[in-house]
């Protein structure tokens, strides 16, 4: 981050101020006093909860409090020096500003959201057997290597041909490719969601393409070795209902925010800027579909 985009920052919350996690009745306690102002430990608090260090030692604590008393310094330099009056410092300041306000309103519409219930928790385990129930992990042979969409149909046929993973390396070197080849371990929260789907009925020596969400970049892999790895209901239960309340809240924010357009004023005065705001089609292979229970359910193991 620039010097001067931090300074923005700091004036920006000294203006609006921000929502800090609930410190109890000391967190107006002042910290230090300077001719800017106080620092009080709500504001500490805040800086070392973006940081993720609540619990840090009191080292960690004194080096977050000199920085927020660096910032303070420097943020009453560009006042003394006006350059919070500059048009391009006004700019950025409304832009934090504006920022710092429509995170604290999504806040509060997402605490709004309903949590699920246990037989939500239930059906998202029985809909995702392959990241629970029927979780497998499979020991692999890998070749790593970009390819055109030219040359993506015979590597199909190749594949569909090939017997070892040789006869893809062979191809390749006929081809003039360069790749890469391992063995490791791969867990099916580490693959696409389909891709771990298919591979649930894959059996040992089944030769198999992976993409990355770009489809750019292409796997290819022989399974060596599928050994079972389930995660029982009850150890997933806690992680599906954090997964779950977060899908809501961000559908909720989403339903919320579509009406506050619905009921705008908003005029688009470039032709471009519509068709620049419309984001990627679920269905373009370029659009990453993972979910949060596909990429993270990796935490049970």
């Known amino acids: 981050m620039s010097l001067r985009i931090g300074l923005l920052i700091v004036l920006a919350l000294a203006g609006c101020g921000r929502s800090q996690p609930d410190a109890g009745a000391g967190a107006s306690q002042v910290l230090a006093r300077l001719a800017g102002g106080e620092i009080t430990l709500q504001q ?144 099916p929260e580490d693959l696409r969601p389909d891709d771990a789907l298919a591979l649930q009925s894959a059996a040992v020596g089944t030769i198999t393409m992976l993409r990355d969400a770009k489809g750019s970049n292409l796997k290819v892999m022989q399974i060596l070795q599928i050994t079972p790895f389930p995660v029982l209901r009850t150890d997933a239960r806690a992680f599906i209902e954090t997964q779950l309340t977060s899908q809501r809240q961000r559908e909720f924010i989403d339903s919320e925010v579509a009406s506050m357009r619905a009921k705008a004023d908003i005029q688009y005065l470039d032709q471009r800027a519509s068709s620049i705001a419309q984001a990627p089609s679920a269905a373009d292979p370029k659009h990453d579909s993972a979910t949060p229970v596909d990429r993270g359910v990796g935490a049970f193991r």
């Open 44 to 187: 500490l608090n805040g800086l070392l909860a973006s940081r993720q260090a609540l619990n840090a030692d009191h080292t960690v604590r004194q080096q977050a409090l000199d920085s927020l008393i660096d910032q303070r310094l420097l943020a009453d330099f560009a006042r003394q020096n006006k350059l919070d009056r500059s048009p391009g410092v006004m700019v950025d300041l409304q832009a934090a500003a504006t920022a710092v306000l429509a995170r604290a309103a999504a806040d509060q519409i997402r605490s709004k959201a309903e949590r699920p219930t246990e037989a939500d928790i239930d059906a998202y385990y029985d809909a995702h057997p392959q990241a629970f129930a029927r979780r497998r992990v499979y020991r692999v042979d890998e070749l790593a290597f970009v390819l055109p969409d030219s040359e993506r149909k015979l590597l199909e046929t190749t594949i569909a041909q090939a017997r070892q993973l040789d006869d893809i390396a062979a191809w390749l070197q006929k081809q003039q490719r360069v790749f890469g080849r391992q063995s490791g371990i791969v867990k």
